[in-house]
Structures are given as structure tokens and as C-alpha cells.
């Protein structure tokens, strides 16, 4: 098969054959110049000297002694080949010769470029008689080597031309490569539906092509845009608070079901019930505007909670009611929380969103696998009237979140360094299928069985403890390192943690385990929280992972649209849906509507839809009749 050149390989070609082109011609010239001019040298220093001998031979009468002597003379210069006397008698004829002198030269070079004078003649004279003729023939060896050293010179100073001529050419053809490999990038990045725009470069052609590109991404950034403050607002309509963008009851009940689900993984917490002292007094001291920056801003404050902390929830219960739902919290730091949000009421007092320092009240209380949320919200509006008798700006917490078997006392440092040493961590598989129900992959989640006197503890605990210990990295390595030494058959996906990616450690131990086994295909899956914070980090992991076949997914729980319309940027493979997104689908025309719209956005980012935890048989079929691309959960299974 014919190898085709590259438009590089073809530019420097064509600069090769320039410059070679260049310096043959040039030294053809030169050399042939330089030879008919010597030529015409020789010529004439031959005629000169053959009319100046016939001169003084003349002059003494066509004398033999004297023409031997007078020619005998010149030819000891050394300059002619040969020097003679002819047409006189024998005896007085006159033949110098000299052969030798043209070693000094190469014979192809004699070959390449012969030289040719002509020879000088003169008539000599006795009175008014004809005495004979001199005939002089110019010596080639200095001609020779003249025109030798002159080709040297001239070969060596055309090379150093040339030389000077490529490596212009050489910085020029590098510029225009750059530039080439850009475009080629960014045609590659729209293929991968990463909608890359690059400077335009100086080059006519190549301008008018990346503006062409450029224009072209636009128009899909701005769409995609479009598309994510559609979504956006069907995410608002849906899941959140009209007032202050929170989550809605109905969002916050289905987390707070799914994650105390008895058939999943153990998990316990704290919730903070906060209550506004006083709303409807306060809005008409304030008016309804300030009344609702005064809203929103407690709502922001409780979102950048939640911001850090994966599983964390900030809702709006109603009117004067918030709630922060955070799963793994231990009673100590759920104290520590509250302090912290009563200590920050007073600043909105200084900021003129309220007119007084206190604001209201929080009620704290434990929650834990297998709850009903009606007995957790009412130990924690007791907990709340109990601290409503008490200054603004107070709390409480439930007395029966003193109970030992609800606090968790556990040296967690020692505990995950240990699970880290002892392969006392487990990975759970669960298929992922697409909808005919063919196996695409098996998910790993991470869980610690039960064993002595600790309890089983599932993914969300002890990554949690992780994170807040700053051993989530290590917790993140020795979960792929589980996977790729005793997963299943076939390609394996593994949750990690956006906390691990800024750790220096965390990439290389990542690749390292990775070309041990390179056998292996992995899907890593970071959750949506905290991504935005290591972005650049998260750029970085997927370029270095993709190049071997592995695959990069966000887990989603849209609130956070701008995230995924970046997500792009990254070359991930598919989106994961929270359950709380397609929980009860099949009949909520909201988070149909939600679906259908991230679908819109999957396919222009060229990505797929997985959608997680599906327990229920009717949104399962409802998800496969909208397009979701690959599901898991007990439905499918």
C-alpha cells in the first residue's frame, strides 16, 4: 500500500528540493563562469607570451643560443605546459615540457570541468625572412587549482546559505504545523462533541477554516446553553423551591427514603430542622422584598453546607421551615454545625437583611437506617420547641440522640487506615444493563462487612469519614485496586471521589495499578459534589486515563445543570442519574420532562444516560420507552 505524505512532510520536501535545486544551480554557474574565465586567462597569458618571446627572438636575429636561453627562461617560471620552436631546421628546433603539476587535483574533477585554452603562437623574424614559429601552452595545474578552491568556497558558503535557508524554513513549517495540529485538535475535540474554539491563526486558508469551526462551535455552545437553562427550568418546576431554589418536600422525601432504605446499605445522621421566628411579623416590618433576600440568603448559606459533603441536603419544608439532611454526621459535629449557623444569623442583622440579630431556631435529631421520616420530623419539631423557649438564635438536640447506639465513636482514622492494610473492604457488583438486558458492565460498591464489634458499614459512611480525615484518596486506590484484583469478567465501574483527584498521590497510584493491568477496562464514576472545585484536576485524570480505553461518568443529581453542560469538556462517556431523578417517573410528567430534556443534552454531548437504582418496574419501561441508555437497580437485575 502506497504511503501518502503529510502536507508537512510535503512542505519540507519541497523546501529540500528547493533548496537543493538552488544550491546545484548556483554552483553549476559559479564553476562554469569561473571556468571560461579562466580559460579566457590562460588564453590570453599564453598569447602574451608566445608574441613577447617571437619579439625577442627577433630581435637577436632568430639566434638558436639565444631563443634556447630567452625560452629556457620563461619556461622555469613554471607556468606553461609547453614552450616550443618549430618550423626551423632540426637541429635548431626548440620543445620544453612539462607534465607534471596537476596531482594536486582530483582526475574527476579534470573530467567534470576540462579546460581548454587555446594556445598562444608567434611568427619570428630573421630580417625579412619567416624563421619558424613559438608556440606556448598554458600549464592547467594553477587553473585547476583555482577553480577547485573556488568550488569549495563556493560549495561551502551555498551549504551555509541553505543551512540558514532551512532552518528559517524549519521555524516557518514548525508555526504552521502548530497551528495545522491545532485545528486537527479541535476537529477531533467536535468529533468527541467537546466544543473546543482555538485563536485564528495568520494563514488566509487556515483562517477562513478555524472561523469557519469556530462559528460552528458557537452556534453549539450557545444551543447547548439553550438547552441547559431549559433543563435548568424544568429542574426548578420539578424538583426545587420556587422562592429560594432549594430542593422541594418531595425531593428531600425521596432522599431521605432512599438513603434509610432497609434493603441498602447502613447509613444514620443528623437532621437540622430551622425554623424563621416570627415570618409573618418580619414581613411586614420588612416588606416582602428584604423578606425574601432574607430567605434566600439562609437558603444559600444552608446549599454551601451541602457543598462539600456528598448525600448532604438543604430543602424548604415550608413558610418559616428549612431543613439540612446530613447523612454521616456524628452528634459532636451535628452541635458543631448548629453553633456555626447561629453564629452566622447576626451577620445578616449587619448586612440590613434583617432588623433584628436574632433570626430563629434549630431542633437536631438522629436518624439511621429503617426510620420513617414522620418520627424522625417529629423528634425534630420536638427538639425545635424545645429550643423555641429558649433565646433566638438557640438549639437543641433530641435527648435520645445520647443514646450510644445512635453516636458513632469510632477512631475513624485507625479504623480506615486499617481497612486499608487488611483488605477487610469489599466491592459489591451490581450489573448495569441496556434495555434488552444485556450485561454492558458491573458497577463495584464499596461497603466494610460486619466483624467483631463494628457494624456492616456501607460506601456513603466510610467515604464520608474519608473525606473529613483527608484518607479519601487512599479509600479511592484501594477500591481500584479491589476491582482489578477480584472483579468480575469484563469491564468494571468503580465510584471515586472529586476530593481524591488534587491529592499528588491519588493519579500516579492510579495508573500505576492501571498498567499492572492492562488487561483490565475501567469506568471511573466521580459524583457531581465538589467536582466543580477540582476541575482542572478532573481534566487532567481524564486525559491521562482515556488513551488506554478507560472510560470517565459523573453521577448527577441535577441541581447543578452548569456542571453537566461542562461535562463535556472532559470526554466523559455517560451521565449517571440519581434515583431521586427517575424515582416514580412513570407517572410524574415533571421528571419526564427533566429526563427528556437531559437526554436532549446527552445526545448533543455525545454521551449516554444511566439511570441507577431503578426498584420499580414501570420506570424502568417508561425510561427505556424515553431513550436511557443503560439501567441498573433491582428492577433490572
Known sequence: MTRKLSLVQRLWLLLLLLVTLSI??????????????LEQQLSAQSADTANALAL??????ADPVMAQTLLSAAFEQGHFAEIRWEGVPGDAAIHLRNSNGLEDTPAWFHRLLPLRPQSGQAQVSNGWLQAGRIVVVAHLGYAYNSLWLGALQTVFWLVVIGLAAGLLGFFDIRSLRKQLHAVVEQAHAISEQRFMRIPVPGIPELAEVVGAMNNMVERLQNYLLGLRDEVDRLRRAALTDSSTGLPNREAFEQRFASLLDPQADPA???LLLIRIAGLAELNQ????????ALLKRVADDLSTQCQHHRGWMATRLRGADFALFCPELAAAQACQLADELCLLWPVYWTMELSDQPGLGHIGLTHFQ????????????????TVAEAQPLNSWKLDDGADNPQQTSDYDWKQLLETACQDDSLQLRWYPVCDPDKTVLWHEGMLFRPASGQLPAMGALRLVSQATRLGLIHRLDINTLALALQQGPQGVLAVNMSPASLHHPEFLPAILHLLQQHPQRQINF???ETG?????EHFITFSRAIRPAGHQLAVEIQGHNMALVARTHEASISYLVLDNTLTQGIHSDEGRAALLRGLLRMASLMGVRLEAKGVNDAADATALIEMGVHCLTGPAIS
Do not use: C, P
Not at 24 to 37: F, P, Q, V
Not at 56 to 61: A, D, L, R
Not at 369 to 384: F, I, N, P, Q, Y
Open 24 to 37: 546545484g544551480g548556483a554552483l553549476i554557474a559559479n564553476l562554469l563562469n569561473a571556468r571560461n574565465y
Open 369 to 384: 437506617s429503617g426510620d420513617k421520616l414522620g418520627e424522625v420530623l417529629t423528634r425534630a419539631s420536638h427538639s425545635l
Open 285 to 292: 416590618r420588612l416588606g416582602g422584598r428584604r423578606t425574601d
Open 268 to 270: 444514620s445522621g443528623h
Open 525 to 527: 464514576e466521580f459524583h
Open 531 to 535: 467536582l466543580d472545585e477540582h476541575w
Open 56 to 61: 625577442m627572438v627577433t630581435q637577436y636575429k
